[in-house]
């Protein structure tokens, strides 16, 4: 019988055990507790970054952009929000099957983005850019893929709802929100506000949800730009240079208009333009502000500053005589002649300037002096930069007088061997407008910022000839449109004060025979200035001679008619007073009601009983004005044609029921109001 063992040995086998395990639960414990403190204490921020890193991006919040207006609140610029593709590359498996995908949704990728679209996704960063400002068609497409990890943001992207108005001045904005020309680089500070920040949130899981939240402060929108500009001088502007432009068959043209007493600008117009919408696929000569970067010779448009320097400085006075001989004069070896082979003979000062003599100005200025002579070519403000407004504004071309040799005190004289820029001569000519004053010229007239409206205040640069040599060159340039070169600028009910301007084109050091830089700069009406107008055309080749009387001086009267129609100044020539005409039998007025604009109101041509309307002087005025009118004295209107009104039936004066009804043709060209 086998030995039986001692219940009481079991102790002996169990307990060794017992605390083998007791052991190694405790160490297995102790490693937990010990990993729990390092990942919850020492490792906790790395540990929670990590996390944050993977669930989170930070977004940059665009702040919304400035509006650009015009001096009436016109939009010229505004922001829209718009779709932006962006995507979390941790979270894309396949980066180039997703960029294939992308692409065939975007439908427009080229190799060059495709390649630049995978580096983006495939980088180790928690948030990338697939597309900005992506089509609503774009969007929808990219969004039925269902992509983990591809989502949408809105951003802000530039709008010019009148596409070619004013581009060349406004300039356009790149998908970084960033001003990159014009007003819109120039004023990139004040425009684009101050971004906020943004945090996405998503899960970890394949549900693709996502959240936003903000992060700090708010952005803060950027401040309003008031321009100077008014939209439909503007308009104006630009159709009339465009029509010369093709009419002429130039390469391109610029126009200038402001206010020949606070140099505000109106208009600034440059041909050819281009769409701010859409610059990118515009050519860089198209994108060009002619008005303030080309240079020019001005040829005789420069003699008003020959002619200032000469009457200020009491070389000469407007009755003196000048002796231009045959039609030429010799300078050394040079042999300079009068335009088109005049020969004048002798010519008063006044007339030198209205035929616009060659050897007259170069005797003029062989009087003044080259030091003389230089002295106010500075004071006009040739070779600096006029205006703030324009960092790309090109300060032109002058000699320093005592590098001036006889040939080059001649040329001067005439207008040559100087480069100006279309903003300079305008400016110039204000000066003789506005009676010797040098206003700096701006196409600001205020910045609005929240509540604060700052306005951009009046500044003259310097005084350059006194008032009396400015009235006196006033009554020159006048007679210049009446009986001289620039016959083509007249207009039917207003005085003009004006210079025409033909130069050669230079290429390669050498004068070219048949190209032209042509302009017509002048101001009206030429007693009480409104208005500045500088046209300049490059290298007309159309049926026109290329002269400045005939390209340019057309171009200036069609824009300056129009303009001062649109701003209801006053004829200055055979004025029409404004007769306002009532019933007094019956105790009861005619009912007269007036536009936006001031009327003539002309008498009534018939007696006109209780209610009747007499009908107010509509020709000249703009279409959509003369609607207007007739609206609000409820009469029904039948137009035929655009432009401005030509003809109106019934005429000025007649009496109409109240309904009844009034026939307007419009053309291009504005008549002359006779009743």
Known sequence: MAEQPDPRNWRLTVGPRLVVVVVVFAVCL???????????????????????????????????????VDRHGRVLASSVEVDTVVAVPSKLVNKEQVVASLCDALGDCDDAERVAMTKRLSRKKSFANVRHHVKPEQARRVEALGIDGVYFVKEPRRYYPNQELAAAVLGYVGIENKGLAGLEDTYDSKLRGRPGLMRLQHDGRKTGRKSFSRVGDPPVPGATIELTIDANLQYIAERELRAGVEENRAIGGSV?????????????????????????????????????????????????????????????????LVETGGGSIAIGSRIIKEAQGHAYGTLSFTDVIVKSSNVGAIKIGFRLGAERLGRYVERFGFGTRLSPDFPGENAGI?????????????????????????????????????????????????????????????????????????????????????????????????????????????????????????????????????????????????????????????????????????????PTINPMPPVLVARHDSGNGIKVSGPVLPLTIIPAVSPSSTGQIVLPELRGLSGREALRVLARLGITPRVTGDGVVTEQDPLPGAALEAGGSCRLALGRHAPGLRP
């Open 398 to 570: 002058v000699w320093r007088p005592s590098q001036w040799t006889d040939g080059a005190l001649a040329s001067v004289s005439m207008g040559y061997q100087i480069g100006v820029t279309p903003l300079q001569m305008a400016a110039a000519a204000s000066v003789v407008a506005n009676g010797g004053e040098l206003v700096q010229p701006r196409v600001v007239r205020a910045v609005i910022d929240g509540n604060r409206r700052a306005v951009v205040p009046r500044k003259v640069i310097r005084r350059v000839t006194s008032a009396e040599t400015a009235a006196e060159l006033t009554s020159i340039m006048e007679a210049v449109v009446d009986r001289g070169t620039g016959k083509n600028g007249k207009l039917l009910d207003f005085t003009v004060a004006g210079k025409t301007g033909t130069a050669n084109k230079v290429q390669d050091g050498q004068y070219l025979k048949k190209d032209f830089n042509v302009s017509f700069v002048g101001f009206v009406p030429s007693r009480k200035p409104a208005l500045t107008i500088l046209v300049l055309i490059d290298t007309p080749r159309g049926p026109n001679r290329p002269f400045g009387g005939t390209v340019a001086a057309p171009i200036f009267r069609r824009i300056a008619d129009a303009a001062l129609r649109y701003m209801a100044v006053a």
């Open 30 to 68: 102790l490693a937990v507790f010990v990993r729990l403190v390092n990942l919850q204490i020492y490792q906790h921020d790395e540990l929670q970054a990590r996390s944050e890193r993977q669930r989170t991006s930070l977004l940059e919040e665009p702040a919304q952009r400035g509006d650009i």
């Open 256 to 320: 200038v208009m402001m206010d020949s007493t606070t140099g505000e600008i109106f208009a600034l117009a440059s041909e050819p333009s281009f769409n701010a919408n859409d610059y990118g696929h515009v050519p860089a000569e198209h994108r060009r502000n002619r008005a303030v970067q080309d240079i020019y010779e001005p040829g005789s448009t420069f003699k008003l500053v020959t002619a200032s320097a000469a009457l200020e400085e009491k070389v000469m006075s407007p009755t003196d």
